[in-house]
């Protein structure tokens, strides 16, 4: 997923490099979905992916990086899974039954929202709520204007808001995480 909406072009990988940050990612949503991100650290990151550390820090220079792309990946995954499931919504019974998918994927999340619990824990509550309030809007823009632009545009603000934020409360920190 080239620059994940961030105005940025991707450095070049190999196609082993590019698997390599893609597990530790993915090793990273996992460890940070069933423990939380601040519980999360880069050491069990390293020691669950198989990897040495100076691997992550090729990919990720800091915790806050790792956990920026571990939700920019996840908003993308979640905005793909929907994106599929409404084209395929033709009749109110077929958008009753997307809605009952999402409320029985709810449970399976422990009632946590794919994105926003890592946003939450990111930085301050009012981070996390102006996150959800930027999702909100998008939706209701998207259904507004039946098109996917306003949620994505509303996405990528939000997640660089994230990161800006990540970004700022390293800066105040001289150690690295981990």
């Given amino acids: 997923m080239p620059g994940r909406g961030s105005g940025e072009d991707p450095p070049r990988r190999t196609a082993r490099g590019a698997a390599t940050r893609e597990r530790i990612i993915a090793t990273a949503a ?8 601040t519980a999360t650290t880069l050491d ?3 020691d669950t992916c198989g990897v040495s550390k100076s691997q992550l820090y090729h990919y990720f220079p800091d915790k806050e990086a790792l956990v920026a792309e571990v939700i920019a990946t ?3 995954r979640v905005l793909s899974a929907q994106k599929q499931l409404l084209e395929q919504l033709h009749t109110m019974q077929e958008l009753d039954k997307w809605r009952d998918a999402l409320v029985s994927g709810l449970s399976e999340r422990g009632y946590r929202c794919p994105i926003g619990s890592q946003c939450s824990e990111v930085a301050a509550e009012d981070l996390a709520l102006e996150v959800v309030a930027a999702l909100q809007g998008g939706y209701l823009l998207a259904e507004t204007m039946q098109d996917e632009q306003p949620f994505v545009l509303a996405l990528d603000m939000a997640l660089g808001w994230v990161k800006a ?3 700022a409360d390293h800066q105040k920190r001289p150690d690295r995480p981990g």
Avoid: E, K, T, W
């Fill in 165 to 167: 934020h990540a970004r």
């Fill in 44 to 46: 069990q990151v390293v």
């Fill in 74 to 76: 996840q908003a993308n």
């Fill in 30 to 37: 996992d460890l940070m979905h069933r423990q939380g991100v």
